[in-house]
């Protein structure tokens, strides 16, 4: 059974940074592709980034590409989410996803939509103030 569970999020200014974390625990992951999503409120979970386990290969929204960075610890079953150059438009709350791809990779745009993951943690809240 895969759990996952965020951290790190939390109140910031416009410009700062923070990183989310995200301990996953359950069968191997690989052949997994594991991934960021964030929901603002009233509005569709909407996709961040993610990164292929195996590959470490990665791919990330229109809205967060150079200042997000999401990178896994195969050893430590970690991912995270490095977020530079915050805006208040950032805040939202953040989820944990993980997805059994098998050996057949969908393609990025297949991964974008929420509906295709299977397991979530719980959230992390991520405010940025101006």
């Known amino acids: 059974q895969v759990q996952l569970v965020e951290s790190g999020g939390g109140l910031v200014q416009a410009g700062d940074s923070l990183k989310l974390s995200c301990a996953a625990s359950?069968?191997?992951?690989?052949?997994?592709?594991m991934g960021w999503f964030r929901e603002h409120p009233r509005k569709e979970r909407e996709f961040v980034a993610l990164i292929r386990w195996n590959e470490g290969s990665t791919h990330y929204a229109d809205s967060v590409k150079d200042r997000f960075t999401i990178s896994r610890d195969n050893a430590k079953n970690m991912m995270y989410l490095q977020m530079n150059s915050l805006k208040p438009e950032d805040t939202a709350l953040y989820y944990c996803?993980?997805?059994?791809?098998?050996?057949?990779?969908?393609?990025?745009?297949?991964?974008?939509?929420?509906?295709?993951?299977?397991?979530w943690g719980q959230g992390t809240q991520v405010t940025v103030s101006s």
């Open positions: 359950g069968p191997t992951f690989s052949n997994y592709a």
């Open positions: 996803a993980a997805e059994y791809t098998g050996t057949r990779y969908l393609g990025n745009d297949y991964y974008q939509r929420s509906q295709r993951w299977d397991h």
